[in-house]
């Protein structure tokens, strides 16, 4: 016979078992997700995307291109952070019987286009000097910021090209060439010059995998619509239209990316494997290599979301109040003795204010 008070005792020491249980567990999973968010590495996302054809009957590519463009925009990647590159207007095209729009599916459900795209290269600016430029950073100085590709080495990259393709090349304009080995070593000058932490390079066009065999630079992950020696195919026809109006890689990547929201766990191990045989005819080629983590373990939003990492500083910055009604010079003196070493900051107005 138990004495009076030992069950109470007993149930007080279970309860108590069971609160610092939790406690660890709460621990732990708290320590799992503070380095899940900082395993990645990069503190911003760019995305750098090309259509190189030209003419009416490659309407499929600007669809291409504008569809990743919409995608990654869907997932928090700004205009700011999108280099996107159009070889032909196909929206303002006299043959399109739906002017200034795009379609991506015959049933015209999406018009890609939309009223929010900012190409920031159009035409016969998408040449392959400017496509190294950008990559490279080497642009002259009157190069607008909306033009320019400023990333830094905490950037991850998305580099996605579609057109026509060959054994170790890729047309632009239907006049010129980028080789994988000029490709190759655009990549190597950016990550010299510290320009990226990790790129994700994709590429949609007939032996697309030839254009990263060449590649010897450190943190790049890469997939290919097709093998060396295989055609990378179009999707359907729109009889509206009268041209094809996506190719099958593309396609299916998009379908797998409307699936994905900004807090999605989809990884870039499952995008890699997201248009077999059966259904790309083409066999899709990887390459993983050159990259550092394992893709089954990194996010997809780490190349086609935005989701920026904060760093904790070690020391406070003060902000100085810039409404004020006085002078620099007064201004200056307002700032406390020992914050004269500190660099004043601002914050900068959402909206230009009119004049």
Same mark, same amino acid.
């Given at each position: 016979?138990?004495?009076?008070? $030992?069950?109470?005792?007993?149930?007080?020491?279970?309860?108590?078992?069971?609160?610092?249980?939790?406690? =660890?567990?709460?621990?732990?999973? @708290?320590?799992? #997700?503070?380095?899940?968010?900082?395993? @990645?590495?990069?503190?911003?996302?760019?995305?750098?995307?090309?259509?190189? $054809?030209?003419?009416?009957?490659?309407?499929?590519?600007?669809?291409?291109?504008?569809?990743?463009? &919409?995608?990654?925009?869907?997932? !928090?990647?700004?205009?700011?952070?999108?280099?996107?590159?159009?070889?032909?207007?196909?929206?303002?095209?006299?043959?399109?019987? &739906?002017?200034?729009?795009?379609?991506?599916?015959?049933?015209?459900?999406?018009?890609?286009? /939309?009223?929010?795209?900012?190409?920031?290269?159009?035409?016969?600016?998408? +040449?392959?000097?400017?496509?190294?430029?950008?990559?490279? !950073?080497?642009?002259?100085?009157?190069?607008?910021?909306?033009?320019?590709?400023?990333?830094?080495?905490?950037?991850?990259?998305?580099?996605?090209?579609?057109?026509?393709?060959?054994? /170790?090349?890729?047309?632009?304009?239907?006049?010129?060439?980028?080789?994988?080995?000029?490709?190759?070593?655009?990549?190597?000058?950016?990550?010299?010059?510290?320009?990226?932490? *990790?790129?994700?390079?994709?590429?949609?066009?007939? =032996?697309?995998?030839?254009?990263? =065999?060449?590649?010897?630079?450190?943190?790049?992950?890469?997939?290919?619509?097709?093998?060396?020696?295989?055609?990378?195919? $179009?999707?359907?026809?729109?009889?509206?239209?009268?041209?094809?109006?996506?190719?099958?890689?593309?396609?299916?990547?998009? *379908?797998?990316?409307?699936?994905?929201?900004?807090?999605? #766990?989809?990884?870039?191990?499952?995008?890699?494997?997201?248009?077999?045989?059966?259904?790309?005819?083409? +066999?899709?080629?990887?390459? +993983?290599?050159?990259?550092?983590?394992?893709?089954?373990?990194?996010?997809? +939003?780490?190349?086609?979301?935005?989701?920026?990492?904060?760093?904790?500083?070690?020391?406070?910055?003060?902000?100085?109040?810039?409404?004020?009604?006085?002078? #620099?010079?007064?201004? =200056?003196?307002?700032?406390?003795?020992?914050?004269?070493?500190?660099?004043?900051?601002?914050?900068?107005?959402?909206?230009?204010?009119? #004049?």
């Amino acid at each position: 016979m138990e004495a009076p008070g $030992s069950f109470s005792f007993k149930m007080l020491f279970c309860k108590l078992i069971v609160i610092f249980a939790c406690l =660890q567990s709460y621990r732990c999973n @708290s320590e799992e #997700k503070v380095e899940e968010f900082f395993k @990645s590495g990069h503190t911003n996302n760019w995305a750098v995307l090309v259509d190189t $054809s030209r003419f009416w009957f490659n309407y499929r590519h600007v669809a291409n291109v504008l569809s990743i463009y &919409r995608s990654v925009k869907k997932l !928090g990647i700004p205009d700011s952070h999108i280099i996107l590159m159009i070889a032909d207007d196909m929206a303002c095209n006299p043959r399109n019987p &739906r002017p200034a729009t795009v379609f991506n599916n015959a049933n015209q459900h999406i018009n890609v286009y /939309g009223d929010d795209v900012e190409v920031d290269y159009r035409g016969y600016e998408v +040449t392959v000097e400017n496509f190294i430029r950008v990559l490279t !950073g080497r642009l002259p100085q009157s190069t607008p910021p909306s033009k320019r590709l400023s990333s830094d080495e905490r950037s991850n990259i998305l580099v996605y090209m579609t057109g026509h393709g060959g054994d /170790g090349f890729l047309k632009f304009q239907d006049a010129e060439e980028v080789s994988n080995v000029e490709l190759a070593d655009a990549f190597e000058q950016m990550w010299q010059k510290q320009r990226y932490h *990790e790129v994700f390079f994709m590429i949609d066009t007939c =032996q697309a995998e030839s254009m990263f =065999q060449l590649f010897y630079s450190p943190n790049i992950l890469s997939v290919a619509s097709s093998h060396v020696g295989e055609d990378s195919l $179009s999707h359907h026809v729109d009889s509206s239209i009268g041209v094809y109006v996506i190719d099958r890689y593309t396609y299916y990547a998009l *379908e797998f990316l409307d699936k994905v929201t900004p807090d999605s #766990k989809k990884t870039m191990g499952q995008f890699l494997k997201v248009c077999p045989k059966n259904l790309c005819i083409s +066999t899709v080629a990887t390459r +993983t290599d050159l990259f550092a983590r394992d893709p089954n373990k990194v996010l997809l +939003t780490d190349f086609f979301g935005s989701v920026r990492n904060v760093e904790p500083l070690a020391k406070t910055i003060k902000l100085v109040n810039k409404t004020d009604q006085c002078t #620099k010079d007064s201004c =200056q003196d307002k700032i406390e003795p020992e914050d004269q070493d500190l660099e004043p900051l601002s914050y900068a107005e959402q909206f230009p204010m009119p #004049k």
